[in-house]
């Protein structure tokens, strides 16, 4: 797997040249993050983590084509990994403006490791962003509709924002709901922190990828070169 993510960056890098993409036209971020609980579809993934990530986003026809991977240290004793390649830009639906993203993202877990695949559009109605999203897990052959709903509110201390969210996932298989709060932070206009709070519940009842009722916590703090 590493060996692979590895080759899938170098790819990114290298490769956008086919595209007219060069470096210079390029934003690359590296990222430190902690968390007591991750999910992922509404699905486990690691708990007790410390994770370190590298993410390289470039402009690709019209939109932003973005790769990402990252290493995470599970309790001391253990390592897992992800990666990820998505392409996302603005479109004209029924008269509407919408943001349309597909992705290949994959997971080398604790609880199990999965591959898959997603095609999304994100609506902004008023306040609210809206998302919808159909993926389909190659490991264990599942497909799933997710949901998600956000809005950003302001603070009274400058720059800070706070986003309220609910997510939904539905598959044969279960249902996931994680409900809860995010914030982020710029501290500089190259390195900004994060945090999040949320409840998490599925009702996979006997499988490794149960989340009964859990309450996550995650920080993370960002640098863009």
Do not use: C
């Not at 690691?46 to 084509?65: C, F, H, I, M, Q």
């Amino acid at each position: 797997m590493k060996k692979f993510i590895l080759t899938l960056l170098l790819g990114a890098i290298f490769g956008g040249a086919a595209f007219g993409t060069t470096l210079a036209d390029s934003s690359v971020g590296v990222g430190f993050s902690a968390s007591n609980f991750e999910t992922s579809r509404g699905l486990a993934v690691r708990e007790d983590s410390l994770g370190y990530s590298l993410n390289l986003t470039a402009p690709v026809s019209g939109g932003d084509l973005s790769f990402g991977v990252g290493l995470y240290d599970i309790d001391g004793d253990s390592e897992d990994s992800d990666y990820s390649i998505s392409y996302t830009r603005g479109i004209e639906l029924f008269g509407q403006k919408l943001g349309a993203k597909a992705s290949f993202s994959g997971f080398d877990s604790t609880f199990g490791d999965r591959d898959e695949i997603a095609v999304g559009l994100l609506y902004k109605y008023s306040i609210v962003d809206a998302e919808l999203a159909v993926w389909h897990d190659f490991d264990n052959d599942w497909y799933g509709v997710e949901i998600g709903a956000s809005t950003s509110v302001e603070t009274p201390i400058s720059n800070l924002t706070v986003t309220p969210f609910v997510t939904l996932n539905l598959v044969d298989e279960y249902t996931a709901i994680e409900a809860g709060l995010k914030a982020s932070y710029p501290v500089t206009d190259q390195i900004s922190a994060s945090l999040k709070a949320s409840y998490n519940n599925n009702d996979f009842d006997g499988s490794s990828f149960e989340v009964e009722d859990e309450w996550i916590i995650g920080a993370g703090i960002g640098y863009k070169f």
